[in-house]
């Protein structure tokens, strides 16, 4: 028997479309039709140096300074670390937040701290199996849902949640219910591995359809649910079933339609804006932000791989000057081109661009 869950699972992952679209729509009933603003969140797993990034310490003496040199800005009297020389051309049209912390330097509770808003220990929570809140993202998802029903809400592209054993990820909605879980984007790699930063040819392969599934015949299972439906809704009469249609219908949508297929596909966008973000995994992911939020997206998360292949690639400890010098171009080119290209576009004044970790070093 074909099940509404095996038909879900034709293209989007885990994903329960109809759920979350009834989220959404529950959502708007009971408040008025959201802004079309959206936030992506560039996400700094493993926590960059503060002061090898946004916030140096030219004045502190030499031990403290670290190896790296500071330059100035746009901005008369804003300096940043020579890490980053292309942000130094945009601080203009930044925000620089360099008071913000808090008082756990436990990487697991940083991370807790940042996406939840709340202090994993004092609510009696163990950050490595489950978060005591749920994420912003998940937040956003539920009570501003898509600004387009054919999109989730929610999107976070980067590693696997809850896939590391005995650890746990905090960018999803614990008690809100995993149907406002983010649409976990996993990206298809080529070459030998060894550096998770290039990524000539960066493609997004989880929208395609099952293997030897097509339209034609996914369109034959949605008729056959439909039949199925129709039997059950003789005993039906409370109207739920005519509510689920709706849903059903834009969670079709959005597996064979055109508008989130477009949006995933990088080969539609123009080849000189996939240069300027650069043939990197953070340019690239930088770019699908970008795409995605025009298109619909309400709360995006990007994680920076760093150095590693892991959600905590800016961990860089004795490593740090190499490290620094290796991941520090392929962000600075992929932020920078993401602030430019949010201005040029127009999005400046509806999207807000966050680019943090869960704290320095």
Known sequence: ????????????GALSLPTILQGQAIAAAVGKLPADTAVIQYWLGGAASHQETYDPKP?????FRGPFRTISTNVPGIQICETLPM?????????LIRSMGHDNSDHQHGMHWCQTGHDAKANGVNPFKGSSHPAIGSVTGLVRGAHHRSMPPYVHIGYPLDKVPGRHYPHAAAYLGRQHDPYVILDKRTGDGKDPGQDRDFRIG???LADGLTLSSLTSRRQLLSRLDRLRREA???GMMDAMDHFQQSAFEMIAGPRARKAFDLDQEDQRTR????????????LLAR?????????VTIVDPGIGLSSSGWDLHRELEPGMNKACPRMDRAVTALIEDLHQRGLDKKVLLVVWGEFGR
């Open 1 to 12: 028997m074909l099940s509404r869950r095996m038909f879900l699972g034709a293209g989007l």
């Open 59 to 63: 004045d502190a003496p030499s031990d």
């Open 87 to 95: 942000h130094a051309s945009v601080i203009d049209k930044v925000t």
């Open 206 to 208: 989880n929208l395609d």
């Open 236 to 238: 039906d009469h409370s």
């Open 275 to 286: 240069e300027r973000y650069g043939p990197t995994r953070p340019g690239q992911t930088a």
């Open 291 to 299: 795409r995605l939020v025009e298109a619909g997206v309400t709360f």
